[in-house]
């Protein structure tokens, strides 16, 4: 049976009064690369966006196997009993072409992802990070309006999808292992600096190595420049499977919300985050634009090849392309 067509006002306001079938049908309408989508999702966007009031945005990342999922499962269920709402996304760079390989299978948050005060979105396939980051970021303002207060972005502890992550949210996670010595634990240095939180997960295999290991990340973070925020990072244990430590995590992010709110980052970060985001999705448009003009698909093999030959320089190919689109 064809699915009956909604105009933008009823996907408003269905998503405002929680209708969750419309809230993963607008999702599905940011996600499409079809134009019709595209323009419908746009207007679907700007009704819900007043809307769109959430308590904290939690980026939260971590090698492949160090509990992210389970962590969140916890989490979610136990901040879900004092009276929130958690909505749950991912920026997967390993599935661009294949649709969410980090939340696709379900099963990793079962528990959650049965409770009505959740709602679970895999990672939304993209042909590049910029793309899938904006559509993430769009899907993250239906949820909030569809009144979801807390929102939690995952994604795994590889290559450039954290600062991602660190650009859509307030505050940033990093689950780690307790093996100490495993200095930084492959993960580059970037990435535990640009935490507002380290938590040592698994402490129920081996609590002696975790304290270790915690102590260690404790030295390590004194050596970061003070951040922006005024926040001091730090690091704690916890064990996503026994619930312990998960509840003091929360309450460190409400202290962090309490703090950057008083001293207006909080506000501050989010405005240069919407410019930022502005920024990436004229980048992307121009980019778009640039590969769908005809002239620019006719003469772009002959001006590769003279500059493959070494006929023409780069730059001046570029601003050779560059006038067929301005003029
Ligand atoms: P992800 O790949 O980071 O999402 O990791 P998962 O949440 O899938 O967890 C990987 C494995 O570690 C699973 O078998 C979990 O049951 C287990 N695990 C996660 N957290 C803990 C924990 O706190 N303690 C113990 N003992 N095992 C855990």
């Known amino acids: 049976m064809k699915k009956r067509a909604y105009t933008a006002e009823e996907y408003a306001e269905g998503i405002a009064s929680g209708n969750r079938v419309l809230l993963s049908r607008a999702i599905t309408l940011i996600e499409s690369t079809r134009p019709e989508h595209q323009e419908l999702a746009h207007q679907v966007l700007e009704r819900c966006m007043p809307l769109a009031k959430s308590l904290v945005r939690i980026g939260i990342t971590g090698v492949p196997g160090v509990g992210k999922s389970t962590f969140i499962e916890a989490f979610g269920s136990q901040i879900i009993e004092q009276g929130h709402r958690v909505a749950v996304l991912a920026i997967d760079p390993s599935s661009r072409l294949n649709r969410g390989s980090i939340l696709g299978d379900k099963t990793r948050m079962e528990q959650l992802s049965l409770d009505e005060n959740a709602y679970i979105r895999p990672s939304a396939a993209g042909d590049s990070l910029g793309g899938v980051a904006r559509k993430t970021r769009e899907a993250m303002i239906l949820c909030e309006a569809a009144g979801f207060d807390v929102v939690l972005i995952e994604t795994v502890g590889v290559g ?3 600062t991602t992550v660190r650009d859509l949210t307030d505050f940033f996670l990093l689950l780690l292992l307790p093996n100490a010595g495993d200095e930084l634990q492959g993960m580059k240095r970037g990435i535990v600096e ?17 304290k270790i290991a915690r102590a260690q990340y404790n030295n390590a973070l004194h050596l970061f420049p003070k951040k922006g ?12 499977t026994n619930g312990e430590g998960i509840l003091d995590i929360w309450e460190t992010i409400k202290q962090y919300i309490e703090l950057t709110k008083t001293n207006d980052f909080f506000d501050k970060n989010r405005k240069s985050q919407t410019l930022y985001w502005l920024h990436e999705s004229i980048q992307q ?18 001006i590769e090849t003279a500059v493959l030959t070494g006929k023409k320089s780069v730059s001046q190919a570029t601003k050779e392309l560059m006038q067929l689109i301005i003029f």
Not at 194 to 210: E, G, P, S, V
Not at 233 to 240: E, G, I, K, T, Y
Not at 289 to 298: D, P, S, T
Request: charge should be negative; proline fraction near 2%; glycine fraction near 2%.
């Open 194 to 210: 640009m935490c507002d939180w380290l938590a040592i997960n698994k402490r129920d295999i081996n609590a002696t190595a975790a």
């Open 229 to 240: 925020s005024n926040w001091t990072a730090s690091c704690s244990l916890c064990s996503a």
């Open 285 to 302: 448009e121009l980019g778009n634009a640039f590969r769908r003009n005809e002239r620019v698909i006719a003469q772009l093999p002959d």
């Open 160 to 162: 450039q999808s954290e």
